[in-house]
Nanobody, 119 residues
Framework: QVQLVESGGGSVQAGGSLRLSCEAS??????MGWYRRVPGKQRELVAM???????VYADSVKGRSTIYRANGKNKVDLQMNSLKTEDTGVYYC???????????????WGQGTQVTVSS
């Protein structure tokens, strides 16, 4: 199965930056992204990028975050700047795979990495 390796979480002061990285072992990845679960809210999409380079961002992070490919299409970085305390939560990498000859896709999830933004 697809394996996801996450890195880059940690603690940072408000206004600081973090870069989350995720690498997937699969060879048929069609999109990758980051979701987060913040206190009191359901899991939400932060940002994602397709194999074609299209990106989607949550309104709350637009202008502050950039998702991009690094070291090939199976690795993505999420650069988060101007972090706010509201960004605190557990961030999960997601990879969507469509194997050759398959119509349906399968989602894979990382274990989650904690991001803590302090005042």
């Amino acid at each position: 199965q697809v394996q996801l390796v996450e890195s880059g979480g940690g603690s940072v002061q408000a206004g600081g930056s973090l870069r989350l990285s995720c690498e997937a072992s699969g060879s048929s990845i069609i999109s990758m992204g980051w979701y987060r679960r913040v206190p009191g809210k359901q899991r939400e999409l932060v940002a994602m990028i397709t194999s074609g380079g299209s990106t989607v961002y949550a309104d709350s992070v637009k202008g502050r975050s950039t998702i991009y490919r690094a070291n090939g299409k199976n690795k993505v970085d999420l650069q988060m700047n101007s972090l706010k305390t509201e960004d605190t939560g557990v961030y999960y990498c997601n990879a969507e795979e469509r194997p050759p000859g398959h119509y349906f896709t399968t989602d894979y999830w990382g274990q989650g990495t904690q991001v803590t933004v302090s005042s």
